[in-house]
């Protein structure tokens, strides 16, 4: 082998080697290349995935609630029909109460105001046989005193008038006179007695009022 020939080839071998360096280089820079874009791609996913559940959960919190079972919207349904309709009847059975004792009331009143003008007869026959020693006033006196007993047993009492200050409530002032012995607006006498049944006024005294 010649000289020259010897130099051809020893150039042709490093002209080779250069190229297989390139050619590495060539291959690991495209290598870290690809790397480098996976990880890109990589943390570009988890970020969109990250903010993806984020979103999902801002969803859930400030989304619209999910919408009731069907039972438990009947279940409620029923149980307030059943309040409304246990409020009727509880305020039916207290306004039935009251009309009965209103209806009690007035039928009483009505009994014991057709009572009073034999009560009164009684009294006015009383009166004229003032004094006598009858047996027969003796035993009406009795009779008078138990009727007037039982209608204070069952809430019938008279109204007091003669000295007591003039009220239209329980007072009908018939006449009136100046007298100035008494104070102003003084019942100074008694026409008809008044009576009350539990504090309801069954019948107005009827007076004379001085001043």
């Known amino acids: ?118 009560v009164d007869n009684f009294e006015r026959g009383l009166a004229m046989a003032a004094g006598s020693e009858d047996p027969f006033v003796e035993g009406m006196e009795k009779i008078y005193k138990q009727l007037m007993a039982t209608l204070d047993e069952l809430g019938v009492k008279p109204i007091e008038a003669v000295g007591q200050g003039f009220n239209p409530d329980f007072h009908n002032a018939v006449m009136h006179v100046e007298d100035e012995e008494v104070g102003e607006n003084i019942i100074v006498e008694e026409f008809q007695k008044g009576y009350l049944y539990k504090d309801f006024v069954v019948r107005h005294s009827m007076v004379k009022v001085a001043n």
């Open 1 to 118: 082998m010649t000289e020259e020939t010897r130099n051809s080839v020893e150039e042709t071998v490093e002209e080779v080697k250069e190229t297989d360096i390139s050619v590495d280089d060539t291959e690991s820079g495209e290598v870290e290349t690809a790397e480098q874009e996976t990880e890109e791609n990589v943390s570009s996913e988890s970020n969109e995935n990250g903010a993806s559940e984020e979103e999902t959960k801002e969803r859930k919190f400030f989304g619209k609630k999910n919408k009731k079972d069907k039972k438990d919207e009947k279940i409620e349904e029923l149980t307030d029909q059943v309040k409304r309709q246990m409020a009727e009847f509880d305020n039916y059975r207290k306004r039935t109460e009251k009309e009965k004792a209103s209806m009690y009331i007035v039928g009483a009143k009505d009994i014991v105001e057709k009572m009073l003008p034999v």
